[in-house]
């Protein structure tokens, strides 16, 4: 009976372990991601030189998300091919 309550969750289901997920993949493609992204940002400042507030608001606000956004695709992409 206690061990039966030990393999169990607390939601009352049984675990069953699954393949090891590529925990260094998904690091991986974070790092290109960030570095992705700080070169368009290099580039995007060089191309608008003279728009000072657009080039503000983009490093602040888009350029995180952006990176964001490819790491999180790149992580939908190794669970796909993992699984």
Known sequence: M????????LMGRTEISGKKYPIFLERVGLM???ILTIFLTYSIWNEFEDYF???LF????I??????????IIGRFIQ????
């Open 32 to 34: 290109f991601s960030v």
């Open 80 to 83: 796909y091919f993992k699984n």
């Open 53 to 55: 507030w657009l080039n």
């Open 2 to 9: 206690e061990e039966e309550l030990n393999e169990l969750t």
């Open 63 to 72: 350029a995180p998300l952006l990176a964001l956004s490819i790491a999180e």
């Open 58 to 61: 983009f490093s602040t606000c």
